[in-house]
């Protein structure tokens, strides 16, 4: 079975300031990693994905995530918050083998402070 | 040109009563998903369909019954609405099984009164 956790259910940092969301997953088999972010009452849009290939994944809006196998982790970062990053963050697992479904971590809200 | 979407985006209705979800996607993909995002925000899998075969059935009750037409279609109609059946239902589409990079429709908000 596959699960994700994503420490912190809210996260607050000043503008300009680094951004940095937690996502650690338990995977039985080679896990497909993914970020999405939800802007209010909108559907969910894919951040960035990390599919075996390269461990360091550029994504939109200057987001970027390192996947570490030893850590069982797959955190976000982006150097600079910008006040329209102000969302719902969801850290998801999949994975090639068996069913192919999504399993999401609870959600980590960032918040920007001027 | 949305790549996936669903109607309605909101739907209020009473305790008992059958309502239906829409979705289409354009994205010419193999792979459709129904997942139910609680009040807490909490996001699951309640379908997948491949080519308009069913593929998952994550444990949701009888009530809920899925349907596609076609690969570029799955309906969710849901029968004798509960209390508990309010949440934000969301389509989703990927390429194929094998690429399970999903898109996401906007969302269905169903309130049960």
């Known amino acids: 079975a596959q699960s994700v956790t994503q420490l912190g259910s809210h996260v607050s940092v000043s503008e300009g300031a680094l951004v940095l969301l937690r996502c650690n997953y338990s995977s039985s088999v080679p896990p497909y990693l993914f970020w999405y972010v939800q802007y209010p009452n909108q559907g969910l849009q894919l951040l960035l994905k990390?599919?075996?290939?390269?461990?360091l994944v550029k994504g939109i809006n200057g987001f970027e995530a390192e996947f570490k196998k030893s850590e069982t982790s797959f955190h976000l970062t982006k150097p600079s918050a910008h006040m329209s990053d102000a969302a719902e963050y969801f850290c998801a697992v999949s994975s090639i083998q068996g069913a192919q479904k999504l399993v999401f971590g609870q959600g980590t809200r960032l918040t920007i402070n001027p | 040109d949305t790549a996936v979407s669903q109607t309605p985006k909101y739907l209020v209705t009473q305790m008992g009563n059958d309502k239906s979800i829409k979705c289409e996607q354009n994205?010419?993909?193999?792979?459709m998903y129904w997942y139910k995002q609680d009040s807490k925000k909490f996001l699951k899998i309640m379908f997948s369909?491949?080519?308009?075969?069913?593929?998952i059935n994550e444990t949701v009750p009888n009530r809920f019954s899925p349907k596609s037409p076609d690969k570029a279609h799955l309906n969710l109609h849901i029968n004798s609405l509960e209390l508990g059946d309010s949440a934000v239902y969301f389509c989703a589409s990927s390429q194929d099984l094998s690429r399970p990079e999903a898109f996401f429709g906007q969302g269905t908000r169903l309130t049960v009164v």
């Open positions: 369909y491949n080519n308009k075969e069913l593929i």
């Open positions: 990390y599919t075996s290939a390269a461990t």
């Open positions: 994205l010419g993909h193999d792979t």
